[in-house]
């Protein structure tokens, strides 16, 4: 519906408990899980049905919450790899109306989607749902999460970002010296998504990001995730490794005053345990109300 503002379709599940007679009094929590196919292709239909496939694992991950999900289509295109659509990249958010590509400006198109599904649950269904949703992701869509988080504090409630590529974006403009642009922080927010940071309001969501002790999954060093410039900054303020990085992370996540919890998993790799899933649904369940 580009006429409503994105070009490639959403899925939405929605659970039984939202049909009982309780749920129309209340107002409604949507979960907002962005897709991650893990390869290029110019096939959307690749990506649509890895996106049906994890719908119903995911509706299961998550079952026993009140919540509904949705989730984008997002293409991640081979023809144009190094645009990591996926993972909201810098590239992603560089792209201009003048280029023609339907994967302009993939965020104000989630916040879309976001509004149409909670449009037609009003219509079709006569339930409310909040218009700041919760995030959840998980290695490209958990950097996904994390950097929408901060480019649209104020349309969500919670986020969760699992592995975050190798780097959480920084809520800072600078680290000693070095200037820190998108997506290693936040110094040209304005340039790339044409507004800045909203501290005050990203201060005011709760944050979780937990890695394993022993993920080696980094993007850093590929060319569809980081400029040469930009990763080399990475290597020499904060490390060669995403574990080298972790603690100089949530320093300057403590420091912005950020109500983030960092947790590191022991003998983890790069994968969700059992341990991870029971966190990640005690802090979904803690922050639906």
Aim: aromatic fraction near 10%.
């Amino acid at each position: 519906m580009p006429s409503a503002g994105f070009s490639y379709p959403y899925y939405l599940y929605v659970p039984p408990s939202f049909f009982t007679v309780t749920a129309k009094d209340r107002v409604n929590n949507i979960l907002v899980i962005p897709n991650n196919t893990g390869k290029n292709s110019d096939d959307l239909s690749i990506h649509e049905a890895d996106v049906i496939r994890r719908m119903g694992q995911n509706s299961r991950f998550v079952s026993g919450l009140d919540v509904a999900i949705l989730t984008p289509v997002f293409p991640r295109p081979e023809s144009d790899w190094k645009t990591y659509t996926h993972a909201l990249d810098r590239d992603t958010l560089m792209l201009s109306k003048e280029s023609n590509k339907d994967y302009v400006r993939l965020d104000l198109q989630l916040i879309a989607m976001i509004d149409d599904a909670r449009a037609k649950l009003l219509k079709d269904a006569a339930l409310k749902t909040d218009s700041r949703v919760l995030m959840l992701g998980f290695s490209a869509s958990g950097m996904f999460v994390n950097r929408f988080t901060f480019l649209h504090p104020e349309r969500v409630k919670a986020a969760i970002a699992g592995s975050p590529g190798g780097w959480p974006i920084a809520p800072s403009d600078t680290y000693g010296t070095s200037r820190l642009r998108y997506p290693i922080g936040v110094a040209d927010l304005n340039l790339v998504s044409g507004r800045a940071l909203d501290i005050k309001a990203l201060q005011k969501v709760p944050l979780f990001l937990f890695l394993g002790d022993k993920d080696d999954n980094d993007s850093v060093p590929f060319d569809d995730s980081y400029d040469k410039d930009d990763r080399e900054l990475v290597y020499a303020m904060f490390g060669k490794k995403p574990l080298d990085r972790w603690e100089t992370a949530k320093e300057l996540y403590m420091n912005a005053g950020l109500q983030a919890t960092f947790k590191l998993y022991p003998d983890t790799g790069h994968t969700i345990t059992p341990a991870i899933r029971d966190d990640i649904v005690a802090f979904i369940a803690k922050h639906c109300n």
